[in-house]
């Protein structure tokens, strides 16, 4: 018995007609009666009733018809499914993501833009700092996440730049610097500040842009606490601990206890946005979501 006789059975008993039915499948009529009459002798069963007008099912050949109906439905439906998912039109993708990005408009947009062009692809996010991303991609467990770092010594992943906004000077909202001006902060005038910044293992991209800064300001950073994420950061310097340096898109997301300056540089102080995903990637769901990602922010710089 071959997938064939299947169809050819189930459009008989659909149509009541031989002939009909041969029309349908676009062959003659006297092969498909052959291949009718073949496929009772060999399930041992009469399946039609032959009338002078047609053909009627037997109740078993309505049996049969009905499990018969059910798995080509199955076979086109995952014939369909596999073929979707070698379009990248289904699936299941897993995007990481560093606390700070997830809070810029462009990141969010290109999300909503993928959901929207690949309604059928199952998309989840986990949030990690940058390091613990991109090691998660080199062992297959994200396809690929937002972070802020430029660079990866992990093989077989690629850092793809996206965008850079400005960092701004995150203060209490008692110090001095609080009071807003015309005039941004020049960052040389911060070298007697405490500093709280957020872990280098976790965020190395930042962390490296912000003493270079400061470096190339003529000073080294006097750093009184280190916190584990940019948010932890942002409650030690409402907390009255330190001064501190933040993505302005974090700006509007944190306000408690907290005034935001812009800083003055050169070169200015910016904080990253960057893509990781492996250099070889097979899906088509995830390929699909990279040129989105890229298309969407490309658009929002």
Do not use: W
């Not at 992943?157 to 110090?175: F, G, R, S, T």
């Amino acid at each position: 018995m071959e997938l064939r006789h299947l169809r050819y059975f189930k459009a008989v008993a659909e149509e009541g007609h031989i002939t009909r039915a041969a029309e349908r499948l676009s062959i003659q009529q006297p092969p498909l009666s052959l291949q009718i009459k073949a496929l009772e002798t060999e399930l041992g069963v009469k399946l039609f009733h032959r009338r002078p007008r047609g053909v009627e099912l037997t109740d078993a050949g309505a049996s049969f018809h009905a499990d018969v109906s059910e798995l080509l439905a199955d076979l086109d439906a995952a014939i369909a499914k596999t073929r979707q998912v070698a379009r990248g039109e289904q699936g299941n993708i897993v995007i990481g993501f560093t606390s700070s990005v997830i809070f810029h408009a462009a990141t969010k947009s290109a999300i909503r833009a993928f959901r929207a062009a690949f309604p059928d692809v199952a998309l989840s996010l986990e949030e990690d700092g940058s390091t613990k991303l991109i090691d998660s991609i080199a062992r297959n467990k994200l396809d690929a996440a937002f972070v802020r770092t430029s660079t990866s010594h992990v093989e077989g992943v690629q850092i793809l730049k996206m965008l850079e906004e400005p960092m701004y000077l995150a203060v209490p909202m008692d110090h001095p610097l609080a009071k807003k001006t015309a005039k941004p902060v020049e960052l040389h005038a911060l070298s007697d500040q405490p500093l709280v910044l957020y872990r280098r293992s976790s965020g190395p991209g930042l962390y490296d842009r912000i003493i270079t800064a400061c470096a190339g300001a003529g000073f080294t950073p006097q750093i009184v606490q280190e916190a584990p994420r940019v948010g932890s950061t942002l409650n030690l310097v409402a907390a009255g601990l330190g001064i501190s340096f933040v993505p302005g898109s974090l700006c509007a997301s944190h306000t408690d206890g907290i005034a935001y300056r812009p800083v003055k540089c050169d070169p200015p102080l910016l904080a990253p946005i960057m893509l990781a995903c492996r250099k070889t990637e097979a899906s088509e769901a995830v390929k699909s979501f990279i040129q989105i990602v890229r298309a969407s922010m490309v658009a929002k710089n």
